[in-house]
């Protein structure tokens, strides 16, 4: 499998520029101007074409917004898009008016006119942010960025690097594929699929690393639908973060990673090849397997012989992180639907529909016998109560279950809690997962699938945290 083939059988831009949008305030206030228009992208490997794209300040994907923990993000956000938008902060535990949710949280941002995000992150680690309106259009077009908070007493490495992994579905000029979004197929099968890999808006860009040098690497994965099959080919990753949040260091599992649309995680690799060799993460599917991206090891130069031994444990973020298991609020959620899912009605708006009227609504998706976002909330929870959802995947796709506002423990079926505080959990058909969580985060809260074309066509509820 090669770029090509993954071009055209199934179904990998410019580097980020540091933007000139910065200014450090008083008080710890950091302001950053951000807006949205329509642009260009050089998203096709070896072509001098040039793809219509959505943007963020004019880059694929948009900025890396960087703040130290504690300070307070203003983030003044014009719209000059010809669609209304909003920006939803992926994983940051925010004040709920801030969350960019359209009719939950906010009004939507109509062309031509701004509005003024403004936050202060509780948590350091990789998170990211993203349009929330019209997402399995908006997103496909390009709308998404990455927001990194640091850590008040960061861990030493030589290079911090995202990467971020989008698939793009592009036709054969070189165009975004119009004609399949809001394709009703895809979203009732695993949603929009694209059949350009890229890393940072590139296909298979390739970074620079010394011998000896310890990389802090940070993967997210902003497709609409694919879950990322990823794996390293050296250089024996270690896991340090995972959705944002630390965890206990550990070598990454024969050096590969499955990355569900929404998911990241946090990687220390210590480069330990020889000069003039490479490491290279690969996209794989069963047997076959091509490379997203490389780290480049120079032909010369050699930073140290032996490996750094410092500290790679991340210092805690300040979560609730009592579960009070016993005096839980018990919720149980089933995820039903999509195509061989026999679903046969759903409730709409408040009414209940056969299958045949929901087809026409593109509303294919149900959480308990519900489609779309419902008026009443799934539950509600006393603020620093525990909540316990029990989700049940019982039709014949893969879903990423994100919730806002907050990070959960999940335990699959009959097993103990995972020691991993994730905001996107994936569930394979016919997987059972709880996920437990302190609802310490005042407000209304979506709850819904990340495989954008999933939620779109119905699977999103909400909680409340009074
Ligand atoms: Cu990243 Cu409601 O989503
Ligand atoms: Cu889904």
């Known amino acids: 499998m090669n770029r090509r083939d993954f071009l055209y059988r199934t179904g990998a831009g410019l580097a980020w520029l540091t933007t ?36 963020y300040n004019r880059q694929t994907p948009g900025p890396v917004i960087r703040i130290k923990q504690g300070e307070t993000l203003q983030i003044p956000f014009s719209n000059n898009l010809a669609q209304p938008t909003s920006i939803h902060w992926h994983g940051l535990r925010i004040e709920n008016r ?47 960025g990455v927001l990194i ?38 979203w009732a099968h695993g949603g929009r699929m694209g059949n350009l890999l890229t890393v940072n808006g590139k296909s298979q860009p390739e970074y620079p690393v010394f011998k000896g040098e310890r990389i802090r690497l940070r993967l997210i994965n ?52 020889n000069p003039g060799q490479r490491t290279n993460m690969e996209f794989y599917a069963g047997d076959e397997g091509m490379v997203a991206a490389s780290l480049v090891y120079d032909p010369q130069k050699v930073v140290r012989e032996e490996i750094l ?25 089933s995820i039903e639907g999509g195509a061989m899912g026999r679903l046969r009605e759903a409730v709409f708006n408040g009414d209940k529909l056969p ?14 016998g519900i489609t779309g976002l419902p008026k009443e909330p799934l539950f509600s929870v006393n603020r620093g109560e525990t909540a316990v959802i029990k989700m049940d995947n019982k039709n014949s796709w893969p879903h990423a279950m994100h919730i806002h506002g907050h990070h959960f423990r999940n335990s699959e079926a009959g097993n103990e809690f995972d020691a991993a505080w994730r905001d996107t959990i994936l569930l394979n058909p016919g997987d059972q997962e709880r996920i437990a969580f302190v609802a310490d985060n ?16 119905g699977m999103v509820t909400w909680f409340e945290v009074v």
């Open 20 to 55: 000139p949008a910065f200014a450090m305030g008083a008080d710890h206030r950091m302001k950053y101007l951000l807006q949205a228009s329509e642009g260009f992208s050089n998203l096709i490997p070896d072509a001098d074409v040039q793809t219509a794209v959505w943007q």
């Open 222 to 273: 902003v497709a609409n639908a694919r879950i990322m099959n990823l794996r390293f080919t050296n250089d024996r990753p270690q896991v340090i973060a995972i959705d944002g949040q630390p965890i206990n260091p550990m070598p990454l599992q024969n050096s590969a990673l499955t990355l569900a649309p929404g998911q990241r995680m946090d990687l220390i690799l210590d480069m330990s090849l």
């Open 98 to 144: 801030m969350d960019g949710v359209p009719g939950m949280t906010q009004s939507v941002i109509e062309p031509g006119t701004e509005f003024l995000y403004e936050f202060t992150p509780p948590d350091a680690g990789t998170f990211w942010y993203h349009t929330h309106n019209r997402s399995w259009e908006q997103m496909a077009r390009g709308l998404h």
């Open 355 to 368: 299958i045949r009227d929901l087809v026409k609504e593109k509303k294919i998706w149900a959480l308990n």
């Open 149 to 186: 908070v640091d850590e008040k007493e960061p861990i030493v490495v030589d290079q911090d690097l995202v990467w971020v992994i989008d698939d793009w579905l592009i036709d054969r000029d070189g165009n975004i594929e119009e004609s399949s979004l809001g394709n009703l197929h895809d």
């Open 309 to 333: 031994d410092s500290n790679i444990r991340l210092s805690e973020n300040p979560l609730s992180t009592e579960l009070n298991l016993e005096k839980a609020k018990q919720v149980d959620l």
């Open 442 to 457: 005042p407000g209304k809260w979506l709850i819904h699938c990340h495989m954008i074309e999933h939620q779109a066509g």
